[in-house]
């Protein structure tokens, strides 16, 4: 196995062209990348992009630290996907923190913050169990579509 010098820094998170990006290492020693699929909502090994996001920084593609990813990923998820369920219950919830703070004309209050933070730390915690046991050959728990078009998977 080769000794990748980026192995402590595994995994990184990006923001890449308004879609989020994980950097992680292979068995190999190699390296690999995962981006969100709005189509989809999952987020789906894609190396093509891993020396870009490492090498070419600027407007459209920025480090995140893993809790701004995990809130991007939620953020888009939420607008980019409709349906019924656990999931979609907390971004009404998440809507409903934003709401209120523009109706009041100010900014969120810290502990709103606190709120948002984990409910975004929650839905993408439910998305992974989800896709988890869609792979296993379950059934799907809950229905959604994408505002983007057709959500259609093959099973995992």
């Excluded at 909502?41 to 992009?49: L, N, Q, T, V």
């Excluded at 728990?141 to 959500?151: A, Q, R, V, Y």
């Amino acid at each position: 196995m080769s000794e990748n010098p980026l192995a402590d820094e595994l995994p990184m998170f990006f923001r890449y062209y308004g879609l989020t990006y994980r950097v992680d290492g292979t068995p190999e020693g190699g390296l690999t990348g995962h981006l969100l699929n709005l189509r989809t909502g999952r987020i789906d090994e894609d190396a093509s992009h891993v020396h870009e996001v490492l090498f070419a920084m600027g407007e459209d593609i920025a480090v995140l630290d893993e809790a701004g990813y995990v809130e991007l990923t939620e953020i888009k998820r939420s607008r980019a996907l409709h349906g019924d369920g656990p999931i979609f219950a907390l971004y009404d919830t998440v809507q409903a923190v934003y709401d209120k703070a523009s109706e009041e004309s100010r900014r969120l209050a810290p502990e709103e913050h606190a709120l948002l933070r984990s409910l975004w730390t929650r839905t993408f915690g439910l998305w992974a169990q989800e896709f988890e046991r869609r792979d296993a050959g379950e059934p799907p728990s809950f229905e959604f579509g994408s505002l983007l078009g057709d959500t259609t998977e093959e099973p995992g």
